[in-house]
């Protein structure tokens, strides 16, 4: 297995993840045996989120005794401070684990992203499990190219999760300012 270092995170991860979406279709026994499977091939990046329905609970049971070989990302909806909390909360409850490696702001279009930055904004519940040890890397998925330029400006972007795959070609050059800016680039749909 090959493996990168993500950005100012200094977290190893292999090159390949696992993304937590299908799991929700396998019972835990299923998936702490696929969990182990992925542990013996190398792969210790694991990619869930709060609204991937059974995902987080599925993995927490699956990853359990061998949840220190993997990195786990996940991912809130939540735009305010205190669901943002409260999801942070849930995810670690839900993963069975004291701390997520990275967590992400998911999907948030122009106007939702100022929401999560301004004053009572997701940003500082993010900050302050940071500060807690809760997690360790703030990051941020999107789909939209205004939103990856704005993400690009920030100083809190560890980390960012983008289409990037044979048709979906779009963010290149936000890919490159990725890596002159040692943020973490995490592939998202890359086999279409």
Known sequence: MEYRILGKTGLKISRM????????????AGTKKLMHQL????????DTARGYTTSEENL???LEGIREHFVIASKSMSRDKASMAKDIETSLQKLRTDYIDI????????????QVCAPGGALEALKEAKAAGKIGHIGLTAHSLEVF???LETDWVETLMFPYNIVETQGEE??????????GFICMKPLA
């Open 39 to 46: 542990k013996d091939a190398g792969i210790n990046y694991i």
């Open 17 to 28: 993840g696992f993304g937590g979406i299908p799991i929700q279709r396998i019972d835990a």
């Open 149 to 151: 330029e704005k993400a």
């Open 60 to 62: 927490g049971w699956g």
């Open 174 to 183: 936000l890919i490159e300012k990725c890596a002159q800016n040692n943020i």
């Open 103 to 114: 967590y992400q702001v998911h999907n948030a279009t122009p106007e939702q992203l100022e």
